[in-house]
């Protein structure tokens, strides 16, 4: 049999070699570019503007800077994946029940932010942080890792960015992305089907997916900041999302090394935010982000060689926050948003996705005049999906042959942790 006829089609987390989250939103998108925003849910994120964070998700803001703002931060994502009710069917074997499985794992995710402003008229910045990355792991023990295994990605923006003031109401902003990713992806299992049929030895066991792999890609962003007055305004951003190609010295598939890099689409993000100052004290915030999962469609290679479909559906996010001034040392703040899932059709135990509900709170502490520390917290809750997953390869007169099964439900939520130290020069 033709090893390159192989065909694993099942939504195992292949597509996360390059980039994924399944835990902390829709899709493999991650929000965690600040401990300030974490605590609000980004509600408002896109026009805030209370750190230099805020060039992530809208260059234009950096016009609200009066002064040069320098902001660090951390975030500890501790995901709890849990796949239950297993049934597994492996080829020749029969049908059997699995122990409820734990795939979760603790991520850090740095940031580091710097905004300067030129003149009264322009303001430039520039920044590390990452929008995408995830790890899961299935114990090595677990007897279905041709469907589970290992999932560890992560994604960093190198990001330069400028803004320009039109007038006291309108700003606009603009940003390249030099973007790099890193992704491990282990799959293995199913040697007895080696050792039955000849033909599949050099495809199954640890050879039937190892890729340790890394590549590049230029995105760009665009903002507009538009201000109603001192405590009203609004902002809108888009996001390009480039594809990553990535390669490295171990990529095999079904038995054999792969040529050429793998090419992973990413989605583009619009957000549309607002701001309102409703008292002395009180302001509330809220935001709507599109994110264009649609153009997921597949994992390939430049070489031809599709590994998997997928034809997910774009996703949304929305979500409200409230902030309250408590004194000039303490700013509280608190945030709900709901995230709907990318997937469609199919799912798999090691994309856990579903529709999402964050709740988070945070705060920030006015240390020095010039410095500020920022705490946020979030919990995100996930709901119960059923899942069919299976492991399929093609014949090579026609037809299918199924090696595996899994029925399953599978669930992940979060809690994300963050603190951040800012610095006005």
Request: aromatic fraction near 12%; charge should be negative.
């Amino acid at each position: 049999m033709n090893k390159k006829r192989l065909f694993i089609r099942s939504a195992v987390a292949i597509a996360v070699a390059a980039s994924s989250t399944s835990a902390l939103a829709a899709g493999f998108q991650l929000n965690g570019q600040s401990a300030t925003g974490l605590g609000r849910a980004f509600a408002g994120d896109a026009v805030i503007a209370d750190n230099a964070s805020v060039m992530a998700r809208n260059p234009a803001a950096m016009a609200l800077f009066d002064a040069p703002e320098l902001s660090v931060g951390l975030i500890a994502i501790d995901t709890d994946v849990v796949v239950k009710g297993t049934t597994y069917s492996p080829i020749m074997l029969g049908e059997r029940s699995l122990d409820d499985a734990q795939a979760g794992d603790i991520s850090y995710v740095p940031n580091i932010f710097y905004v300067h402003p030129i003149n009264e008229k322009f303001a430039v910045g520039a920044g590390i942080y990452s929008n995408f990355g995830t790890k899961t792991e299935f114990d090595t023990d677990y007897a279905a890792n041709e469907l589970g295994g290992l999932t560890d990605v992560k994604s960093v923006n190198f990001a330069l960015s400028g803004s320009f003031r039109v007038n006291e109401q309108l700003s606009f902003g603009a940003g390249i992305d030099f973007i790099q990713g890193t992704g491990k992806l282990k799959r293995s299992g199913l040697e007895y089907v080696g050792q039955a049929i000849p033909s599949f030895a050099d495809s199954v066991g640890d050879n039937m997916l190892n890729i340790d792999a890394e590549g590049t890609g230029i995105g760009w962003n665009l903002g507009t900041v538009y201000e109603v007055n001192e405590k009203h305004r609004f902002g809108l951003s888009y996001r390009h999302s480039p594809d990553i190609k990535a390669d490295g010295d171990t990529m095999i598939y079904k038995g054999e090394q792969l040529t050429g890099d793998l090419v992973l689409p990413l989605p583009d993000i619009a957000e549309f935010s607002g701001y309102h100052l409703l008292t002395n004290k009180f302001a509330m915030h809220y935001s709507v982000q599109w994110i264009e999962w649609s153009t997921f469609d597949q994992l390939a290679t430049t070489d031809g060689v599709v590994l998997n479909e997928y034809n997910w559906q774009d996703g949304m996010h929305y979500s409200i926050g409230g902030t309250y001034y408590l004194n000039n040392d303490w700013t509280l703040r608190a945030g709900y948003m709901y995230d709907t899932s990318a997937q469609d059709q199919k799912k798999s135990i090691s994309v856990p996705d579903s529709d999402r509900q964050w709740v988070s709170a945070g705060f920030t502490y006015q240390a020095t005049k010039n410095s500020t520390i920022d705490f946020g917290l979030t919990y995100l809750m996930g709901q119960d999906v059923e899942v069919n997953d299976k492991l399929v390869t093609d014949l090579p007169g026609g037809g299918e042959l199924q090696l595996s099964e899994v029925n399953a439900t599978t669930r992940a939520n979060a809690w994300l942790y963050g603190i951040q130290y800012s610095y006005q020069f």
